[in-house]
């Protein structure tokens, strides 16, 4: 994947993972990450966008085989010990899951839960720092508000304040995986804006195109666990040009763009060897090569029929 800065905070090479069961989730995914940017993973339901996630923070179920390289900070992430893990995770890799709630311990405190992000790498949170951190990302009265249990505040808060917590030590990258999906829409915006002043390079895993056209610099499309189109957002959302990236824009709701239209049919089974191109049987160009020969991601598509884009 094409990338504008060689000092990458993340560096993904020929990533594939398989789980236990024979699903192989990732295929040969290479991408990178630079300082400050903000890099989105999309694409429908199961195409691999968390499996990549996971991979990254050392969070995959035992068994599974995960084959290639990823390195993060300059430190390789495959392979690397739970030590060397849990090390890189809190300093080097923040994460920021989907739920806000699911995420803390009913039973303590919001400024527990944001403590948390220096005692997990066994630091002691300097006095006061913790609702320095808060009031920084926009929490009012913090001092006297996290004292209260995390099922007091409203979902937006309290992703502000796991974002306090994951992003303590300004991590290089912080992997947020729908970290909006369980907000209020109008409440969004203004997570996102806040994560990603919090950290250098963001790894955003999003469904929402809108969102994502709206923070992400790049994007990367993935299906049935492969990159099939990446370049800056905006290229991307308006001129896609792989089939799979276009229905996938057009079956988005999107303000101003009329109804969404179906994406019709399903992937194939993660546990089929698929030849040639995996989207065939649901597009509309598919034509010579389209059965045997893979497409590989060249100038930021994998197609052998890229559509055309009209226009300058
Ligand atoms: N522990 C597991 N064992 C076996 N298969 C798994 C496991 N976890 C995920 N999968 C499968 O791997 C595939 C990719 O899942 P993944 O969660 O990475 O997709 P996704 O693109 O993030 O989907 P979503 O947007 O729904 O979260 C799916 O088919 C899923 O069922």
Known sequence: MDTPDTDAVLRIADLSVCYSNGAQAVRSVSLELAPGECLALVGESGCGKTTVAHAILGLLPRRTTVAG???????????ASRRTIRRLRGHTIGYVGQDPYAACDPLRSVRHHVEEGWTAVRATPPTGAAIERLE????????HRAQARPNQWSGGMLQRATIAAATVHRP????????TSALDADRSDGVLQIL???TDGLLLVSHD?????RHADRIAVMYHGRIVEAGPASEVLSRARHPYTRALVAASPRPGHGLPEELEGAPPSLLATVPGCSFRARCHCAGAGCEDQLPVLRDGVACHHPLEVVGP
């Open 172 to 179: 290089a990258l912080t992997v947020a995986d729908e970290p």
């Open 69 to 79: 390289s990823i390195v993060v900070g300059g430190v390789e992430v495959v392979g």
């Open 209 to 213: 195109l809108s969102l994502v056209g």
């Open 196 to 198: 990603r002043e919090a």
């Open 136 to 143: 920084a990302l926009g929490i009012d009265q913090a001092g």
